[in-house]
């Protein structure tokens, strides 16, 4: 991540900063927009038949609403490729270009919330789906399922907590990738942070290994285990060194 860009130049930092009212004081390397993205799709196409492996025959019997298990897994995997292509490019966009902010002004924010939350919300609810359509194909206890799936819900009850008190929803958002005044808050070390850094990709990802654990489903795990790997292929190809871009470290190096 530590490589040795050529710095771009201020007449680029100048349309960058277009219609932001607290413009990012940074320099963008050259040539970052696609930095890490060759690696994200290479790891994206070794996942996507590890998910279906995982899943086997457990899909293809079910339905839950008059829709297929296979239709609800289907949509569990493409969900997260959506919402993290769509993150990879905007954030590199907004980052080395402020494509958002110089086509809705400030405003360019809140677009991307609409974009950005809908799809993050999706995420758990569409392994419930599948767990509710494939539920009971995995081969454990009733209680046992209920029990752990139960226990690993509390983690991500507990992180999600963390972000809303003590991060912000915001800047989990991305609001350094857009305003200065995200970019010079503190690191976060309260609640689930002390434990982690990352602590949304560590512990809140947990709640859906729980959902998949409740249903007992086979799929809905195989889903699961999919969301929260591709989730760290974000971290190490997208926002690991973006974070080296806005803070001159990575973030997780405090």
Sequence with gaps: VRRAWKRTDSAMSTTRNAGNSDPLSITVPERYMWHGQLRHLLLLAVLVPGAWAIA???LGDGSFLGISDEAWFVAAIAVPIIQQLAVALLWRAQLCYGLLTRMFGDAGFIVWGVIFFPLLVARPLLVAAVGAADV???PIPDALGIAVGSLMLLPAVWA???VKKYFGFARALGG???FERYRAMPMIREGAFKYSSNAMYAFVFLG???????FRSRAALAAAAFQHAYIWVHWYCTEQPDGV??????????
């Design 176 to 178: 350094d990738h857009f």
């Design 160 to 162: 999600m907590h963390s």
């Design 208 to 214: 859906f290994w729980g959902i998949a654990l409740l």
């Design 136 to 138: 009971d194909s995995l």
């Design 56 to 58: 086997g025959d457990s």
């Design 245 to 254: 871009v806005l803070y001159g470290r990575s973030q997780d190096e405090d």
